[in-house]
T-cell receptor, first 112, second 115 residues
């Protein structure tokens, strides 16, 4: 059974800092790995999707990497801004299934 | 519409009652998903539709939960004989297709409270 873990559970940084959020998964037979952000009381917003054949994806100040052999993905946020404050969730899609298994998220606070 | 729409945004019901939660996906999206999120947890998969058929309903917790998508667009999640443990935010998502390369677009959810 796939399990997804995110460390740390919460992170507070000053504005402008570069930061890394970590995600690990137990079963490397994944279909894809997705990163989402969730603002309080809202649904999830897709940030990046890395297919199993890819190593990384970039969008603006965000870069996500995938290492299936070690069961890890990282989300790198460059030059953080207060507007980046949210909960970041990673989710793994198991091979042959459209079912996403989510971690509990990392709550990020960027202080002005 | 511009995004996934879920109604109602909040629903309070008494234990034992029946509830229906509605999801309007993005127009043209063939895949539709239901997830449930409890406080402090990540979303938990319930069911996924490809077109009109339920392709995977392995996440439905028991036979009190049922979902339909009769015309391949709008979906309704139905919960019978609600229990206090059913209280959670129910999230709906859609994607263009189910190839694994299409990101999921989530609605804002329906917060269900069973008293």
């Amino acid at each position: 059974k796939q399990e997804v873990t995110q460390i740390p559970a919460a992170l507070s940084v000053p504005e402008g800092e570069n930061l890394v959020l970590n995600c690990s998964f137990t079963d490397s037979a994944i279909y894809n790995l997705q990163w989402f952000r969730q603002d309080p009381g809202k649904g999830l917003t897709s940030l990046l999707l890395i297919q199993s054949s890819q190593r990384e994806q970039t969008s603006g100040r965000l870069n996500a990497s995938l290492d299936k052999s070690s069961g890890r993905s990282t989300l790198y946020i460059a030059a953080s801004q207060p507007g980046d404050s949210a909960t970041y969730l990673c989710a793994a899609a198991q091979g042959g299934s459209e079912k996403l298994v989510f971690g509990k998220g990392t709550k990020l606070t960027v202080n002005p | 519409g511009a995004g996934v729409s879920q109604t109602p945004s909040n629903k309070v019901t008494e234990k034992g009652k029946y509830v229906e939660l509605r999801c309007d996906p993005i127009s043209g999206h063939t895949a539709l998903y239901w997830y449930r999120q409890s406080l402090g947890q990540g979303p938990e998969f319930l069911i996924y539709f490809q077109g009109t058929g339920a392709a995977d309903d392995s996440g439905l917790p028991n036979d009190r939960f049922f979902a339909v998508r009769p015309e391949g667009s709008v979906s309704t999640l139905k919960i019978q004989r609600t229990e206090r443990g059913d209280s959670a935010v129910y999230l709906c998502a859609s994607s263009r297709d189910a190839t694994g390369g299409s990101p999921l677009h989530f609605g804002n959810g329906t917060r269900l409270t069973v008293t």
